[in-house]
């Protein structure tokens, strides 16, 4: 799976990471599109906590539910 992390200032970089299985009892759910705001634009600049992953506005969500998840 692909992600954008902040490794620093103006430091934007596309990595891949590891996607995990759906355990037993479990929800998976697939971000399809997201967004970013005002706050991710200034960490953009700054960078304040390296590294991490911007934007937390998911627009769509898909779901895999195991049969037993609850």
Not at 21 to 45: M, P
């Amino acid at each position: 799976m692909h992600t954008a992390r902040r490794y620093g200032p103006r430091d934007l970089r596309l990595s891949d990471i590891a996607v995990l299985a759906v355990a037993d009892g479990t929800v998976k759910v697939e971000i399809a599109w997201a967004g970013i705001c005002g706050s991710d634009l200034s960490a953009f600049a700054t960078n304040p906590n390296p590294p991490d992953v911007p934007g937390g506005q998911a627009a769509e969500v898909k779901v895999l539910v195991r049969p037993d998840a609850r």
